[in-house]
Nanobody, 124 residues
Framework: QVQLVESGGGSVQAGESLRLSCVVS????????MGWFHQGSGKEREGVAA????????LYADSVKGRFTISQDNAKRTVYLQMNSLKPEDTAVYYC?????????????????WGQGTQVTVSS
């Protein structure tokens, strides 16, 4: 059974940084695509970034380009999301997700496995 566990969320001031981590356990076809999504209160879950573990190709939502960086450590089966220059509108629950094979985009429907999420709160 595939399990994903996120960590690293918290409360920060605007302009500060956080790094989220997601550890994957269980069998998943490899290489695969690991993604980060966020869901603000009353909003739909949206894609933030994704990385293909087979070559490191990355995808980003326009709203985070230049501020967020997704990276991987295949030996640790861990994906990271470095979030810099955080804004109040980044406040959300952040979820890690994985799908076998290549990254096809940031559509949440393409990802069958999900973590429980970690809260990020950015105050102005």
């Amino acid at each position: 059974q595939v399990q994903l566990v996120e960590s690293g969320g918290g409360s920060v001031q605007a302009g500060e940084s956080l790094r989220l981590s997601c550890v994957v356990s269980g069998y998943i076809y490899s290489p695969n695509c690991m993604g980060w999504f966020h869901q603000g209160s009353g909003k739909e879950r949206e894609g933030v970034a994704a990385i293909y573990t087979g070559g490191g190709r990355t995808l980003y939502a326009d709203s985070v380009k230049g501020r967020f960086t997704i990276s991987q450590d295949n030996a640790k089966r861990t994906v990271y999301l470095q979030m810099n220059s955080l804004k109040p509108e980044d406040t959300a629950v952040y979820y890690c997700a994985v799908r076998g094979g290549t990254c096809r985009g940031l559509n949440r429907l393409d990802f069958p496995y999900w973590g429980q999420g970690t809260q990020v709160t950015v105050s102005s």
